[in-house]
């Protein structure tokens, strides 16, 4: 049974290597020319996700490449005195296994965990998919395929040629993001330094195994802004707008924009969609629910998602017209759970109010002064809340028909 996922980030490749594992014959085409391996930014693996990437046999490359960040120093701008705020009493309340790492560290261990059993076709893209499963690629190359996924992230080709325009799905939650690779001039090594104010904040990080630092920037606006998601001249301009005038490293950073190897930009938007399958098509993470950038932990959610995709597809022999309704019962509790989160994330994130602002910085030196123990026990108290992830049972997939011959992940 042959298989077609477009996109080679962090969904494709997790569910490339499921749906090998089952025996599927598996295609992932990606629009970039080769495997990113500069730039992105650090995300967040919680443990359901942290124990597929140990099913996987991939943990030891996790762990390696983890950014190790424990420290968090904001100022208050106007403020030359940070607080400073240990981070690891923060996670630890949100999840009981956690790694923060770069998205294209993660990326590169998936793919070089399927490389040999996937085929990866990098410089191209879908340009038509008919109801029969025929595609047409942008090369010019055609192709049959038995099923075709979209893990082609918040703007997903696949969705678009599939479901319809962008528009009709997504609901921006109030903010934006942008992250900047730049030069870790001021020698960080497992720390984050950074300003806030009112509907703007700036951070700076960087770690030791990574030769630059990444500068991120999230602000508000009272009104969506007019930009293509593709046009970075205008996603820079506008960046120097929202950010004149804010002291501390800020103009330093700024400057980098000129120079910069990678630069990403997007607003904090949430896809709403009433299903995820069409036919012989369905989506997987970002492409068919991002709860929002940087809010809502995506990452963590579309490792799982695509888990249970693959488990369902292997559950029910291939017949996608019983494993797609299975998947999307099986992970929809957790989509509806992750997209509520993130509205009040980025309400809570970048402080729209002076008393908002003193506020964050005063609930900073209370983390502090709180022992980790009872922060946890507070955090345990409602799994809605941030132990969300954490709350989040896995199916064993290894007792399906498909896998009952195969070998234990090594």
């Given at each position: 049974?042959?298989?077609?996922?477009?996109?080679?980030?962090?969904?494709?490749?997790?569910l490339?290597?499921?749906?090998?594992?089952?025996?599927?014959?598996?295609?992932?085409?990606?629009?970039?020319?080769?495997?990113?391996?500069?730039?992105?930014?650090?995300?967040?693996?919680?443990?359901?996700?942290?124990?597929?990437?140990?099913?996987?046999?991939?943990?030891?490359?996790?762990?390696?490449?983890?950014?190790?960040?424990?420290?968090?120093?904001?100022?208050r701008?106007?403020?030359?005195?940070?607080?400073?705020?240990?981070?690891?009493?923060?996670m630890?309340?949100?999840?009981?296994?956690?790694?923060?790492?770069?998205r294209?560290?993660?990326?590169?261990?998936?793919?070089?965990?399927?490389?040999?059993?996937?085929?990866?076709?990098?410089?191209?893209?879908?340009?038509?998919?008919?109801?029969?499963?025929?595609?047409?690629?942008?090369?010019g190359?055609?192709?049959?395929?038995?099923?075709v996924?979209?893990?082609?992230?918040?703007?997903?080709?696949?969705?678009?040629l599939?479901?319809?325009?962008?528009?009709?799905?997504?609901?921006?939650?109030?903010?934006?993001?942008?992250?900047?690779?730049?030069?870790?001039?001021?020698?960080?090594?497992g720390?984050?330094?950074?300003?806030?104010?009112?509907?703007?904040?700036?951070?700076?990080?960087?770690?030791?195994?990574?030769?630059?630092?990444?500068?991120?920037?999230?602000?508000?606006?009272?009104q969506?802004?007019?930009?293509?998601?593709?046009?970075?001249?205008?996603?820079?301009?506008?960046?120097?707008?929202?950010?004149?005038?804010?002291?501390?490293?800020?103009?330093?950073?700024?400057?980098?924009?000129?120079?910069?190897?990678?630069?990403?930009?997007?607003?904090i938007t949430?896809?709403r969609?009433?299903?995820?399958?069409?036919?012989?098509?369905?989506?997987?993470?970002?492409?068919?629910?991002?709860?929002?950038?940087?809010?809502?932990?995506?990452?963590?959610?579309?490792?799982?998602?695509?888990?249970?995709?693959?488990?369902?597809?292997?559950?029910?022999?291939?017949?996608?017209?019983?494993?797609?309704?299975?998947?999307?019962?099986?992970?929809?509790?957790?989509?509806?759970?992750?997209?509520?989160?993130?509205?009040?994330?980025?309400?809570?994130?970048?402080?729209?109010?002076?008393?908002?602002?003193?506020?964050?910085?005063?609930m900073?030196?209370?983390?502090?002064?709180?022992?980790?123990?009872?922060?946890?026990?507070?955090?345990?108290?409602?799994?809605?809340?941030?132990?969300?992830?954490?709350?989040?049972?896995?199916?064993?997939?290894?007792?399906?028909?498909?896998?009952?011959?195969?070998?234990?992940?090594?």
């Amino acid at each position: 049974m042959r298989i077609l996922i477009s996109g080679a980030s962090v969904a494709g490749p997790a569910l490339a290597y499921w749906l090998t594992r089952y025996g599927f014959a598996v295609t992932v085409v990606e629009r970039a020319p080769a495997p990113r391996k500069t730039g992105g930014h650090a995300v967040d693996l919680f443990r359901p996700a942290m124990d597929i990437v140990e099913k996987m046999g991939v943990l030891e490359q996790v762990m390696t490449k983890k950014t190790g960040i424990e420290w968090l120093a904001m100022h208050r701008e106007g403020e030359s005195r940070p607080v400073e705020l240990e981070l690891r009493r923060v996670m630890t309340a949100v999840s009981d296994r956690h790694v923060e790492i770069m998205r294209d560290d993660l990326s590169e261990i998936f793919y070089d965990a399927t490389r040999d059993d996937v085929d990866y076709v990098f410089g191209d893209s879908i340009a038509s998919i008919s109801e029969a499963g025929e595609v047409t690629f942008d090369s010019g190359r055609t192709g049959a395929f038995d099923l075709v996924i979209g893990a082609d992230g918040l703007h997903s080709n696949v969705r678009r040629l599939v479901f319809g325009p962008e528009s009709q799905f997504t609901t921006w939650i109030g903010a934006y993001l942008a992250v900047v690779s730049v030069p870790n001039y001021l020698g960080l090594d497992g720390r984050m330094e950074g300003v806030a104010g009112v509907g703007r904040m700036a951070a700076v990080y960087g770690a030791g195994h990574m030769d630059d630092g990444r500068a991120g920037f999230f602000f508000r606006t009272p009104q969506q802004l007019d930009y293509h998601h593709r046009d970075i001249p205008r996603q820079k301009e506008l960046l120097r707008t929202h950010f004149d005038g804010m002291g501390w490293e800020v103009p330093r950073l700024l400057e980098e924009l000129d120079r910069t190897p990678a630069f990403y930009f997007d607003s904090i938007t949430q896809l709403r969609l009433d299903t995820w399958s069409r036919g012989r098509v369905t989506l997987v993470g970002d492409a068919g629910y991002c709860p929002g950038p940087a809010v809502g932990g995506s990452t963590s959610l579309a490792v799982v998602g695509a888990y249970i995709l693959a488990g369902e597809l292997a559950t029910y022999g291939g017949d996608h017209t019983r494993a797609f309704p299975a998947y999307e019962a099986e992970i929809g509790d957790y989509v509806r759970r992750s997209r509520t989160f993130a509205v009040n994330a980025a309400k809570r994130i970048v402080p729209g109010t002076r008393f908002d602002l003193w506020a964050l910085t005063g609930m900073v030196r209370l983390v502090n002064h709180l022992p980790v123990v009872l922060t946890t026990a507070a955090a345990k108290i409602s799994s809605k809340g941030v132990r969300l992830h954490d709350s989040i049972a896995l199916k064993d997939y290894a007792s399906t028909p498909w896998s009952r011959s195969l070998p234990a992940s090594s």
